[in-house]
Nanobody, 117 residues
Framework: VQLQASGGGLVQPGGSLRLSCAAS????????MGWYRQAPGKQRDLVAT???????NYGDSVKGRFTISRDNAKNMVFLQMNSLKPEDTAVYSC????????????WGQGTLVTVSS
C-alpha cells in the first residue's frame, strides 16, 4: 500500500488549505485514516483521524478549525484547514492503519504546510 499526499504550500495566517491523501493498493474496511504533523525540532503529533464508519478525532490545537473527511470508494482522506496559524507550520503526513486482522500500518510521505505572512 502506498499513500500519496498533496495540497501543501504557503498560506498567510487566517487562510485555508485542503490536503488530500490517496491510498493505492489493497486496503480493507474497518481501518483508520488520519493526518499527523511534525514541526521542526518537535515530535510528531496527531492532527485528526477518521474511521471507515465516519467517526472522527481531533488534536486539541486544531479543533474547530480543521475538518477531516474520507471517501471510502476512492480510498482517500482529506483535511480541510481553516483559520491557519503560524504554529500550524509543519510537515503533514497521512496514515492508514487497521487494528484487527489483517493488521497494517502505512505512512505516506509528508507534505509541507507553511503559514507565514
Amino acid at each position: 500500500v502506498q499513500l500519496q499526499a498533496s495540497g501543501g504550500g504557503l498560506v498567510q495566517p487566517g487562510g485555508s488549505l485542503r490536503l488530500s491523501c490517496a491510498a493505492s493498493g489493497r486496503i480493507f474496511s474497518g481501518d483508520i485514516m488520519g493526518w499527523y504533523r511534525q514541526a521542526p525540532g518537535k515530535q510528531r503529533d496527531l492532527v485528526a483521524t477518521v474511521t471507515s464508519g465516519g467517526n472522527t478525532n481531533y488534536g486539541d490545537s486544531v479543533k474547530g478549525r480543521f475538518t477531516i473527511s474520507r471517501d471510502n470508494a476512492k480510498n482517500m482522506v482529506f483535511l480541510q484547514m481553516n483559520s491557519l496559524k503560524p504554529e500550524d507550520t509543519a510537515v503533514y503526513s497521512c496514515r492508514v492503519r487497521r487494528l484487527i486482522i489483517p493488521r497494517y500500518d502505512y505512512w505516506g510521505q509528508g507534505t509541507l504546510v507553511t503559514v507565514s505572512s
